[in-house]
């Protein structure tokens, strides 16, 4: 089945304590992005990648670092969580190609600072 | 700085109505125009894509148009159902391959 998986679900930290959240799809896509999901500002693009060791800032990057080592995996990471990221995230992925280009969203993450 | 906006931000109809959803976005120099819903508390899931050089796309009661030209993307549902009862979600996929959302239009449809 084709799909986007993020874990964990559902975080509850505290500030200052690094965290990973996991994406990985499982269609060969070359296009991978996270996003964020606050109420009353929609959903913003934190980072994105065109491929392997291609990463881009999207709208909101400050405070968070991505990587892009394989093909199937875009690993977002807080080095230093505040409370002002505790927001609803989704990792995404496409192909980029003509009429093939649907996004596919995984199920989020909802993370909580404290 | 591409900016894409949604009209209304909330529309309750009942079952049974045709209605329109609205998208204008700033700059025109685009690659697609996607059309998404979005569940309470769930991801998002794709429902039309629009090239920048097609003016419409149709799947079942849904139809989307574009006018590039214009920044103006509407999503047409036919026949409304509750089922349809969702945010549903503009975004446009700029010439650098970023994707700016709009904020969305929560649609309710009354049985």
Redesign the interface.
Known sequence: EAQVTQNPRYLITVTGKKLTVTCSQNMNHE?M?W?RQDP??????IY?S?NVEVT?K??VPEGYKVSRKEKRNFPLILESPSPNQTSLY?C?SSL?E??T????????TRLTVL | KQEVTQIPAALSVPEGENLVLNCSFTDSAI??L?W?RQDP??????LL?I?SSQREQTSGRLNASLDKSSGRSTLYIAASQPGDSATY?C?V?GSN????????TLLTVNP
């Open positions: 296009y992005s996003y009353g500002l929609g959903l913003r693009q994105y065109m881009d999207g709208d989704f995404a980029i003509g009429a280009d649907t996004q596919y969203f995984g199920p989020g | 690659y697609n996607q998404f508390g769930k991801g998002l899931t794709s894509l090239q979600l975004a996929r391959y970023k994707l700016t959302f709009g904020k969305g």
